[in-house]
């Protein structure tokens, strides 16, 4: 089956703006996230979504709320995107009793269900069968639910996704598989991981592919929503392929890169390629906002995130009495 590219895409003034707010907003609370880690505030580490966030909110405000989404380590920009609250994931990295999973999850396992995120999974390809029986479930009861699996292209080395693929292929279910190419498994290429091309494990169970640029909001946004509509007609999953880039370490502690990629490659990503960058250009162009209603809309998100962060801060943690409640393992 071939792979289709998305050209670039015009969207509403309302969501062109919308659009714009949530990749600063995810953007602001990574900056916020990775100073909790420098200053010693937040125990562990977390992985920071900053250069991807045109893929989580283009793909997010394709979806519904009662829609599913399962996410990866990398996952606070897909949290945020599918409308999770600030203060409370401030408060779940920091083991806080006010966090989604009263601190005793932390960055790589917060779950929202009232806005249908069944969870991040620090497990490489660890939700594919998570979001592809939640696909099952929302097919078999009738409810239109669409589910979409993030994944990283270092899962594309784990065989659950391709038993996943296969079922959701033949039972035509209602699921996206999401792939987002960052180039990196951690410290390796994926060229270097990867045979053959990424597309074409998901066009051997007949399932369509569409590769799309991943720093282009409009673009991976229409790309979503047409893999949404096929999968609420009852034409079964989609596999996206978002081309991106992490335009930090692999995790906060991953400082010095250059071992494993250059830094005037970095450099091109963040001067050329910044998502952010890209869409306020866009929509200046449009004449959908000026340079000074942009600053105004990055400061009350600023001053949003910096309140959020310095409540969570300042938040009780839990009762260690509770320490064994909530834990299923
Ligand atoms: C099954 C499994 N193997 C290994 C790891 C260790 N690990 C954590 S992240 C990662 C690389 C993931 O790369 P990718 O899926 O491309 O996501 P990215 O970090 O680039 O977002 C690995 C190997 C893991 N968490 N789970």
Redesign the pocket.
Known sequence: MATTTTPAVDVTPELGLRMYSQMVRIRAFEEQANQLYLSAKMPGLT?LYIGEEAVAVGVCEALRREDYITS???GHGHCLAKGADVERMFCELLGKEQGYCRGKGGSMHIADHVNGNLGAN????GSAGIATGAAFSGKTRGSGQVSVCF?????LG?GVLYEVMNLAALWKLPVIYLC?N?L???YTH?SETTAGEVGGRAAAFGIPVEEVDGQDVRAVHAAASRAVERARSGAGPTFLVCNTY?FRG?HVGDVDRTYYRGKDEEERWRSERDPITLHAAWLRERGLADAAELERIDGEIDAGISAAVERAVAAPFPDPGEVDEHVYA
């Open positions: 992985h990866t380590h990398r620090a497990i490489v390809a994944f990283g292209e270092g899962a784990q987002e960052n990196y498994n951690e994926f992490r692999h």
